[in-house]
């Protein structure tokens, strides 16, 4: 007897040797049949789906839990359009804080501003306090003097703003965040992935010094699973920071891991370690991603962060080590570091299935193509950067390289597995929004960038299903409606590919079944 039998849909399999079914057969939380496999079973419960659109549950390949539900929890200025609105919102989050605690605010961005803060504005709203704005990007901030006072003078700084390590400096002075507010945080992330029809996802990186919360993240996530705030799946990335020297055996040709071995693929179906971030550069909102010629309008062209042989030594010791390596490289300097650090290290030890990660890519010249699809590197995009951001940094790339922004096509006509996330809480994290951006590439003010890259809703889709579960090492489980793997799915008002690109973002989610089961978050 089934457990469940799910009728009367649209399921579009996402598996080419059955691509579409119209019943669909659950026990034990796996799927065991379609059509006429399942549809004479008797069934301990039949939900008429009513003519609904059912695929795979989205995977979002690169998320921050615990930014996100932190973040969710932090006063914004998100808001605010001029310099003095954010410091009325700074004062007014002041007054709630005790005297010498710290304010801590979210949703900072200079590009709303026109320029950055200084550390002396912030002092005059600060009452004393420890402010710090929290740069949207995740790869700055801005303090106040009492802040600066606690980190090193020779911390560089432009007054006040900090990026990249010095930030993480500054972060380092109000953490570590406790387990129990950790797996708070991850459960209010978890619940806004389920609204969005995203059944699995992989966490961009903890226990490190730019994104990290405490030296024992991991164990937020066992406990937010052991006291049901975990949902869906997570896979969890390792900040690269983490890896220090082992007197392993020299057979091993282990030079640094993490203490007892653990590296990727430790786990289960519902909470696993992940790939190894290692990352090579900054963000393009901070105008930190490291470009190999300057930003359009600036005399810089971002930074690494750090020298290039030292991030080549920790991309070629994690692969040593057995793992997947996640390299965050948004500009086109940081890929060719990452390129260069990849394929050295798969020269000293040929790892042909180890489907290492450029997270992000951000720009990519024409020349770089060959090298991803020679290297078997994958790419994990965020479509929804350009939907939110991609005037403006169209507009800092200039005509030349604009087109070359956030690639879809260029890298499939290549023969690059493309993998669609979100980078949550950064920007937008809904999976239908990005697939429709990857197919028009039109910005949220109507701008298209890079036409040339957009490519069919069925690749979109493929981005976010099959190529998530493939760059995760879960194509044995998920990512297709395939007799075998988890049910895990997604209810959608109306089928992506029978609408009009432009409504394919404002589909409704009508459900969402992780291991058989809908889940009550998935209606927001």
């Not at 007897?1 to 659950?26: S, Y």
């Not at 965050?328 to 394929?343: K, M, P, Q, T, Y």
Request: charged share 20%; hydrophobic share 45%.
């Amino acid at each position: 007897m089934l457990c469940t039998r799910l009728t009367n849909a649209r399921f579009v399999t996402m598996d080419p040797a059955r691509p579409v079914a119209h019943d669909l057969g659950i026990w034990r939380g796996r799927i065991v049949g379609l059509d006429e496999a399942v549809t004479s079973l008797p069934a301990r419960r039949v939900v008429d789906l009513q003519g609904a659109t059912v695929l795979p549950g989205f995977i979002d390949s690169h998320v921050h839990m615990a930014w996100t539900g932190f973040k969710a929890g932090t006063p914004s200025i998100a808001s605010c359009d001029s310099v003095e609105q954010v410091l009325d919102a700074v004062a007014g989050a002041v007054a709630r804080v005790p005297e010498g605690g710290w304010a801590h605010l979210a949703g900072y961005d200079q590009r709303a501003l026109g320029r950055h803060l200084t550390a002396a504005e912030l002092d005059k709203a600060g009452d004393g306090r420890k402010v710090f704005l929290m740069h949207d990007s995740g790869h700055g901030c801005v303090v106040n003097t009492a802040v600066l006072d606690l980190l090193p003078a020779e911390l560089p700084h432009e007054d006040g703003f900090l990026a990249e390590a010095a930030m993480g400096a500054a972060r380092a002075l109000c953490l570590p965040r406790s387990q129990e507010d950790l797996a708070d945080a991850i459960g209010r992330a978890a619940r806004g992935c389920l609204a969005e029809g995203v059944t699995a996802c992989a966490e961009a990186g903890i226990g490190g010094a730019l994104f990290g919360h405490s030296p024992v993240e991991l164990g937020a996530y066992q406990l937010a699973r052991d006291t049901g705030r975990l949902p869906l799946r997570v896979q969890l990335m390792v900040a690269a920071d983490r890896l220090h020297p082992v007197a392993a055996h020299p057979a091993d040709g282990i030079p640094r891991a993490l203490d007892l071995g653990l590296r990727t693929g430790f786990g289960d179906a519902w909470l696993s370690v992940g790939a190894l971030k290692v990352y090579t550069d900054g963000g393009m909102m901070a105008r930190t991603a490291a470009l190999g010629r300057p930003y359009e309008g600036l005399d810089h062209a971002g930074q690494l962060q750090d020298d290039p042989e030292v991030l080549a030594e920790a991309i070629v010791d994690g692969h040593l080590a057995g793992w997947q390596l996640a390299v965050h490289a948004i500009g086109d300097r940081a890929v060719d570091v990452a390129l260069d650090a990849l394929e050295r290290a798969q020269r000293v030890r040929p790892r042909p299935d180890a489907r290492h990660r450029v997270e992000h890519a951000g720009l990519v010249r024409p020349d770089q193509l060959a090298r991803f699809a020679r290297l078997g590197v994958l790419a994990v995009v965020q479509p929804n950067f350009l939907r939110s951001f991609g005037d403006d940094y169209a507009a800092i790339m200039g005509l030349e390289r604009a087109p070359w922004l956030y690639r879809g096509k260029g890298f499939l006509d290549h023969g690059v597995t493309l993998v669609g996330s979100s980078d949550r809480p950064v920007t937008d994290g809904s999976p239908l929004r990005a697939v429709q951006f990857m197919v028009e590439r039109a910005s949220g003010s109507g701008n298209t960038i890079g036409p040339d890259e957009g490519i069919t809703v069925e690749e979109a889709l493929h981005a976010y299903t099959v190529a998530g579960a493939h760059a995760c090492h879960w194509e044995d489980t998920l990512g297709s409606l395939t007799p075998g793997k988890h049910a895990d799915l997604v209810v959608l008002g109306d089928d992506p590919r029978d609408v009009e690109t432009s409504a394919i973002g404002d589909i409704e989610v009508v459900a969402t079944f992780v291991d058989g089961r809908e889940t009550e978050e998935a209606t927001p």
